[in-house]
Every structure is written in C-alpha cells, then in structure tokens.
T-cell receptor, first 112, second 116 residues
Framework: DQQVKQNSPSLSVQEGRISILNCDYT??????FLWYKKYPAEGPTFLIS?????DKNEDGRFTVFLNKSAKHLSLHIVPSQPGDSAVYFC???????????FGKGTTLSVSS | DGGITQSPKYLFRKEGQNVTLSCEQN?????MYWYRQDPGQGLRLIYY???????QKGDIAEGYSVSREKKESFPLTVTSAQKNPTAFYLC???????????????FGPGTRLTVL
C-alpha cells in the first residue's frame, strides 16, 4: 500500500518554462514533507521541505505547495534549466516516526 | 556528499556470498539509515539506528544485518539469505542534534551492488 504516490513517472519541459511535479499522500499523520533530486548512480540531494503548519515554502527557483485537505503537494521549478533534469522524489514523515516514506519518483527532462 | 562516505562505489559478488557495505559519517550525528533503490522504485528503508549499539528494522530488513559499534560507522551486510540483492544501496544521516522538528535526511553517494 503506497502511502506516498507520484503518479507521473516522467515530465518533459522546455528550458525557461515552469516544471510542476506532483505528489499525493494517504496517511493523515504525515506532517513533514521533503523533495529530493537524484542523478543516476548518485545519492539523492535534499532540495526543499515543508511542515504541515505551512502551505508554501520557497527557496530560489524552487517552491513547494502543500494542500492538506487534498493530501497533495507539488514542487514548482521556475525557470526550469537543463541541469534540473533528474529524478525527483517526494518523501513524508509522521511525528514520532523516524523513517521517511518515499514516492517512486518522477523523471524530469528539461530541453534547451 | 552530505557528510556521508560510502565505499566502494561499485561492488560485485558471487551468489551465496555475504558482502558488507561501508557507511561512515564525520558530522557526529546520531541517526543513520540504510535504504535500497531498485529501478522505477522509490527508496525503501532497510535498517536505521538512532544511537550507538541500537538499531531497528525497516520495511525490508530480511536478508540484511547491521551493526552500530561506533557513532561514525553503520555498516550493512547483505547476506546470502537476501533473495534479490542486486540494487543501489544508499546510506543517510539524520539531522544535527539540537535541531527542531526536522526530519531531513542527507544521503551518501551510494553503492551499486551486483550479484553474479
């Protein structure tokens, strides 16, 4: 039973446009959410996170939005750059729990 | 590398052999984790450790073992009982001590294990 779902395996965007990556979750106990970026044969790199007390967090070109009622979060990348091409993982954790629960990832391809 | 060192980058073993993957951290963090990644899959938790001499099973611990004798080291042994050991293995560390409620984990570069 997948508690964190990334329903789009891939996304293609042109350089300079907005990339929107989506993530849904089912566990209402999740209260902290993270996005990681991963290149092939490398470890994931932390990008941005958001606590459930917020609905938006911004860091440079990256913004994460959280809609608790819909159990949905999204990562916006503006403007998209070719170097953003990678696999993006959404992850969640629940208060009192140690482990992060990951989605299966979305492969973003940014073409120039 | 997020303060985590994993070695080697690539590892080949014959079926039926145990193999130990190294994970070292130099930031004096308490929490360390082992994940496995398979193609088209997310990261799945194998084991984690919050303090020295203590560790807990994750979702897919069968066929694996760990030890935490030192704070800076958390090696993972893939035993012959693991039915499908070929995968990309990732070690992670938890947040620095004293942080407020943040569960951000930082990952090492990973080890690609291939069992022939």
């Amino acid at each position: 039973d997948q508690q964190v779902k990334q329903n789009s395996p891939s996304l293609s965007v042109q350089e300079g446009r907005i990339s929107i990556l989506n993530c849904d979750y089912t566990n209402s106990m999740f209260d902290y959410f993270l996005w990681y970026k991963k290149y092939p044969a490398e470890g994931p790199t932390f990008l941005i996170s958001i606590s459930s007390i917020k609905d938006k967090n911004e860091d440079g070109r990256f913004t994460v939005f959280l809609n608790k009622s819909a159990k949905h979060l999204s990562l916006h990348i503006v403007p998209s750059q070719p170097g953003d091409s990678a696999v993006y993982f959404c992850a969640a954790s629940a208060r009192g729990k140690t482990a992060l629960i990951f989605g299966k990832g979305t492969t973003l391809s940014v073409s120039s | 590398d997020g303060g985590i060192t994993q070695s080697p980058k690539y590892l080949f073993r014959k079926e039926g052999q145990n193999v130990t993957l190294s994970c070292e951290q130099n930031l004096n963090h308490d929490a360390m984790y082992w994940y496995r990644q398979d193609p088209g899959q997310g990261l799945r938790l194998i084991y984690y450790s919050q303090i020295v001499n203590d560790f807990q099973k994750g979702d897919i611990a069968e066929g694996y073992s760990v030890s935490r004798e030192k704070k800076e080291s958390f090696p993972l042994t893939v035993t012959s009982a693991q039915k499908n050991p070929t995968a990309f293995y990732l070690c992670a560390r938890g947040p620095p001590g004293g942080d407020s409620r943040t569960d951000t984990q930082y990952f090492g570069p990973g080890t690609r294990l291939t069992v022939l």
